[in-house]
Antibody
Framework: EVQLVQSGAEVKKPGESLKISCKGSGYYFTNYWIGWVRQMPGKGLEWMGVIYPGDSDTRYSPSFQGQVTISADKSISTAFLHWSSLKASDTAMYYC????????????WGQGTLVTVSS | EIVLTQSPGTLSLSPGERATLSCRASQSVSSSFLAWYQQKRGQAPRLLIYGASSRATGIPDRFSGSGSGTDFTLTISRLEPEDFAVYYCQQYGSSPTFGQGTKVEIK
């Protein structure tokens, strides 16, 4: 069974760094893209970017380029989303999701990680 | 960037009725790289339709997608109680984007 299991909720202060994770199981992790999607409170879905764990090819939405870093460690079948300096506006639910290839939709989703940034 | 505009914002219908949701793109969507997702409160989205008209695994046949170019439609032929949710379209060509969502609520 394909599963994406995300790390738990986080509460951080502005300016702090954070890395959240998404562990894949039930399939060959290196053969599928993993993407990240933001959902701010009460709002819609925003595509942030994707990574191909096989070779770490990474693509970002222009809106998120330079704001976050997407990485993956194929040895532990885990993708990451990293902020070096959080802002209050980063408060949101973040989902990871699997993509079969570069031009496919997201077919499996993680349960989401709630990130709250508040002083 | 392709902007997707969904309409209506909210659709108020009764169980058993037909739901028709629209997704309009600011420019042509390559090779019908258009998907629809369902999101229930407190849950992750679920893929319903890809390639504009192909149902994802396990999706009931009351859900159907159509369209090409810049105009796409998701139709739910007869609403079941579990279908009341928010629906998003997504284009997954270069630089993917989502629409803002349509909420289907119980009338």
């Amino acid at each position: 069974e394909v599963q994406l299991v995300q790390s738990g909720a986080e509460v951080k202060k502005p300016g702090e760094s954070l890395k959240i994770s998404c562990k894949g199981s039930g399939y060959y992790f290196t053969n599928y893209w993993i993407g990240w999607v933001r959902q701010m409170p009460g709002k819609g879905l925003e595509w942030m970017g994707v990574i191909y764990p096989g070779d770490s090819d990474t693509r970002y939405s222009p809106s998120f380029q330079g704001q976050v870093t997407i990485s993956a460690d194929k040895s532990i079948s885990t993708a990451f989303l990293h902020w070096s300096s959080l802002k209050a506006s980063d408060t949101a639910m973040y989902y990871c999701a699997r993509q079969t290839s570069g031009y496919f939709p997201f077919d499996y989703w993680g349960q989401g990680t709630l990130v709250t940034v508040s002083s | 960037e392709i902007v997707l505009t969904q309409s209506p914002g909210t659709l108020s219908l009764s169980p058993g009725e037909r739901a028709t949701l629209s997704c309009r793109a600011s420019q042509s969507v390559s090779s019908s790289f258009l998907a629809w997702y369902q999101q229930k409160r407190g849950q992750a989205p679920r893929l319903l339709i890809y390639g504009a008209s192909s149902r994802a695994t396990g999706i009931p046949d009351r859900f159907s997608g159509s369209g090409s170019g810049t105009d796409f439609t998701l139709t739910i032929s007869r609403l079941e109680p579990e279908d009341f949710a928010v629906y998003y379209c997504q284009q997954y060509g270069s630089s993917p984007t989502f629409g803002q969502g349509t909420k289907v609520e119980i009338k």
